[in-house]
């Protein structure tokens, strides 16, 4: 899955896709890359400094970029907390909604999924991150809800893919935990994504801006696939399908 921020705040790359020319370009880019997928977001959700936005701010976002990259053929999800915004999308073809609450958050948006029958992916999320909790044991929990609220509202099972949401609500080391321990994500049976791509535990562990955290994020996508994880979300998608494909390449051999 290849990251597009059409934002201008993004902790990674704000501001560099914000016209309709540098998006479709980006998106073309990480398509020939090797993105199976384009996730494309108009609001940033970094912990640490972003500013809440309107539903009319996303859209207006959106509006001049959606259609042509959804025309280069590769299934798009839309990444919003806003059940508003992701109505708006799917209406005109996008294929997945992407939450990073979880369903938590906008009542509207379990039954939006629902009734489109679209693929949801549900992301662990917190206001804030809490050092002395059991980081496995609270995505856990948050799960159990979640797909407690997909239930209810009708979602089917084999449309819900799980993220544990890597560098949110959580400090670095929990971060890090949440990778180490994903194989307990199986329990669910469901498949989980992961996207560590440029967060920034990897500074605690190596001093770095994100866009020197590439050797960093495929270190974490590597032990993420080993761990189960079936998506990788990733701003760098050429370096990391290459890792993902020698990886799997080595493996045979074994």
């Known amino acids: ?3 597009l921020n059409v934002t201008p705040d993004s902790f990674s790359d704000g501001g560099q896709f914000i016209t309709p020319e540098q998006a479709l370009a980006q998106a073309r880019k990480l398509i020939a890359d090797g993105a199976d997928i384009i996730d494309i977001g108009a609001e940033s959700t970094r912990p640490y400094g972003s500013l809440p936005v309107t539903a009319d701010d996303e859209l207006a976002r959106l509006k001049p970029v959606l259609a042509e990259v959804i025309a280069l053929g590769v299934p798009v999800s839309i990444d919003s907390m806003k059940s508003e915004v992701v109505a708006w999308a799917l209406d005109r073809g ?3 909604a992407n939450d990073v609450w979880g369903l938590h958050r906008d009542a509207g948006m379990a039954p939006l999924i629902a009734a489109r029958g679209v693929p949801v992916i549900i992301m662990h999320n917190r206001e804030r991150a809490d050092a002395s909790i059991d980081i496995m044991r609270d995505i856990t929990t948050f799960f159990e809800r979640s797909l407690e609220i997909a239930a209810c509202a009708g979602i089917a099972s084999d449309q819900i893919v799980l993220d ?3 560098g949110f609500g959580k400090t670095p080391e929990q971060s890090m935990m949440a990778l180490a321990r994903l194989a307990e994500l199986d329990a669910f ?3 989980v994504l992961v996207g560590a791509s440029r967060k ?4 605690t562990v190596v001093p770095s801006e994100p866009q020197q955290r590439i050797g960093g994020s495929l270190a974490a996508h590597l032990i993420a696939a080993q761990n189960g ?3 990788i979300r ?3 998608v050429a370096e990391t ?4 494909r020698v990886a799997a390449a080595i493996e045979e051999q074994q």
Do not use: E, K, N
């Not at 920034?200 to 500074?203: A, D, E, K, Q, V």
């Not at 399908?241 to 993902?244: D, E, G, K, N």
């Open 1 to 3: 899955m290849g990251v």
């Open 94 to 96: 996008a294929a997945i």
């Open 164 to 166: 544990p949401g890597i």
């Open 189 to 191: 049976r469901l498949p």
């Open 200 to 203: 920034r535990f990897i500074s």
């Open 229 to 231: 994880a079936r998506i």
């Open 234 to 236: 990733a701003h760098d």
């Open 241 to 244: 399908v290459q890792a993902l």
